[in-house]
Structure formats: structure tokens, C-alpha cells
């Protein structure tokens, strides 16, 4: 189809082009006020919004590093929680196996230590005829006051004789510094003659109790001590 323009200096449009608006003609057309008004308060709370929306979504992402942080940590903790829960339940059961070893190594050695350190306190013109095991009181004869489960402790009686009255005294001074004796009481003593010389007779009673191995200055029993 041809077509000519009969208008002569008059360009004809081309089609699909599309219209192009300045500032300048916009603010030309729009003469009222309010409108004006409404346009520019449009345009500012678009760039409000649009600033808004920027600066939130940089703390939103900056809140999402600090969460990943914050999540790391928690999962570092929880694994030393449960491990120091673990270290500490074996702590518990290697005490309780130590104490029940010790409890059956304190038996067995009360003797051995009770002998040795009387004998290590035995002066010189002094000697022993018995050392002998006082029992504890009998249930019946116990107050209804003991409550108490803790072991009875052990008491020992020893019968001596002695030439020197000296020595008496010293062996009841080397008795009471033992870290393993402790309550060392003198009992009665007496004057015995034997092949035709005078001597001195005395009991003494003693209790045993378990040396605190920061204070143990002696040597080890033979065949280990607790």
C-alpha cells in the first residue's frame, strides 16, 4: 500500500515508536497542585522504600552470618559439654572401684601396720607378751544413739615388761608420735620379780587409724602398703 503526504513539512510518525516525555514537558502538563503534590511524594516514598529495603536486607544477611555463628558455637559447646559428662562419669566410677579397693586393702593390712609400728617403737631392756584385739561393744550394749554407719575402729591392748622405767616412758612417747596408732593410753603397772629380778609390768591400749601419706615418714611395709 503506498501512501503520500499531502501536508508538505510534516514528517509522518513512525509506527511502534514509543513517545518520549521530559521533566520538563511533564511538569508543563501537570498543572494541579495536588497532583503534583501526590507525583513527587509518590517518587519519595519509592526511594524511601527502596533504601529501606537495601538496608534491611544487608542486616538481614548480616543476622543470617551472625545465626550460622551463633549455631557453630552452640554444636562446639554441646560436644564439650558431653564429653566433660562422659570424663566425669568415669571419674565417679574410678572412684568408687578405688574406694571400694581401698576399703578391702584397709583390712587387710591393719595388723601388719599395727605390729610393725609397735615394734619399731620397742625400746631396748623392753619386751612383749601380748598384743591382743579388744572387741567392740555388742549391738545390745550400743546406745540407740549410734547411727552412725562408718566401721568400727580397731583397739588393741599390749602387755609388757620392761627393766627400765625409762624405757617404759619412751615406748609410750615413740607409740603416740606413729602416723598409723593413735590413742595411746598407759594402763596399770605393776612390779614382777623374775629369776630373782625386779621388773615392771604395764598394759597399755592403743587404736588403730589410716596414716595420711603426706605425713608418713616410715619405711613401707614388706609386700606393699596401702
Known sequence: MIEINLV????????GAAPTVSFRDLSERVRDPLLAGAVG???????????????????AAGLEAEVADIRREAEHYRTVIEERR??????????????EIRSIDDARFVWPHIMQEVTRALPDYTWIVGLEFVPQATPAEAT????TTAPDPVRFTINGRTSDIGAYTRFLRQLGSSAWLTNIVPGATSTLVEENRPITAFVITGQYQRADSAFINVAPLEQGAP
Open 144 to 147: 540407740a544413739s549410734d547411727t
Open 41 to 59: 511524594a509518590w517518587a519519595i516514598a519509592l526511594a524511601v522504600t527502596g533504601f529501606v529495603f537495601v538496608t534491611e536486607t544487608r542486616k
Open 86 to 99: 562422659r570424663q566425669q562419669g568415669l571419674h565417679d566410677l574410678l572412684v568408687r572401684e578405688f574406694d
Open 8 to 15: 508538505p513539512g510534516r514528517k509522518k510518525k513512525r509506527r
